[in-house]
């Protein structure tokens, strides 16, 4: 009989194209080139073939150790956590085991099995070492060197929310409320939410750009809304001195929804069967 | 325990140096067991001196550092730059005065944040601020 590792190479080899296509549509390929699914495959074959599929330093894995990490810090960027980044990885491995199981009924179906799902869990392994590697704060870093765009959420007909996270102080912040302006005009929003439950640090530098956009909301008609503020920002505000003057706030961004309702004439109000 | 525990210094001469100096500054506030608020306090200080190195004085140097003596905890912080120094500091720490357009409540703000707070400046020299916060765990407070 042929070598186990040997077989099981050659079925991810043959079965490379349905392989890759499953891949692309599982979420943690998202936005990434058949290449890249490529690349992987080949990386997990590789370790298969050299018999080390449980060895995260095999040379199989070395290969595509920058690529995994690249598209793991790309996700957590973006906003996933890192546990939800883990299980999207997980997700590539039922379609690779099942087209194994499906094709084989011989005495090497469990074996290879065993080893693809092994090879799969090292996968996993290998693409969130980056990122365990990497703190919060780091991400942080790189958010602003990226400057990644925040996303502006329409909430409702004529609400709009950002949420903000991070550090505020950058080029970043300047884009964000350039966003949210521009959102404002295109959806004739009534309504703007500026959501900084996940900022860390609100200094004067910060106070200013959200004072800024505030009062530039206004001028285009629409009314904004802090949400978010917590407890040991509010105190250190205050000794700061920043007055954020007749700025409505909210405690929480649902909070805030709820008045942006009310100011669109719309109330929240429980169903009749309830 | 006496004598600096662990001091870092950071270059700052850009936006992503004030993120790292905040990052530095809250690992301290931390080990030294302050809690969320004066962690909080302490790092927004950070921030603001910070920025002002950069903008008011074209850059420097932010040194970090925890000490213990006899009466226990602090964290210090020394920010320093060579630029244009500030002519008249009372005014400086006034809040709401400002040279950039700016809220002009970094300085004074900062000092009213933490526990110990020094300018040193010379008009063309440049300009050096030392702050001091306390661990919970020192005596006569
Ligand atoms: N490191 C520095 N070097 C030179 N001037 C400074 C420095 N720090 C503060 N200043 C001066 O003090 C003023 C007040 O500082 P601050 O309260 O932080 O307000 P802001 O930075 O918003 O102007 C500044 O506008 C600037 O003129
Ligand atoms: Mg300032």
Redesign the pocket.
Known sequence: MQDINVSVAEFLDHHGDEIVDAWQRRTFFAGRTGGDCRAVLNGVAEVVLAGRPEDPTAAGFDAIRDLLGEIAMDRIRRGETAAQTAVTLHDLKPPVVELWTSSRDGDDALPGALRLSTALDTLRLVAMELVGGESADLVEERQQLLELSTPVIRMWDGILAVPLIGTLDSARTQATMEGLLQAIVDQQARVAILDITGVSTVD??VA?HLLRTVMAARLMGAKCVISGIRPQIAQTMVQLGIDLGDVTTRATLADALAYGLRQIGLVVAAADNH | MSGPVSAQAIHVGSDLDIVRIRKVVREHAVAAGLSLVDQTKLVTAAS??A???L????G?EVTVSTEGDERGTTIRLV?A?R????DDVD?????G??????????????RRLVHEFHID?EPGR??T?RIGFHAPNRRGR
């Open positions: 004067t530098a200013q | 603001e001196l920025r002002n190195t903008v008011h004085g074209g420097g920010f730059d630029g244009p120094g500030i005014k400086a720490l006034t809040d005065f400002t040279t950039n357009s700016a809220l002009g409540l970094g300085l004074g703000g900062a400046t440049g300009t601020v």
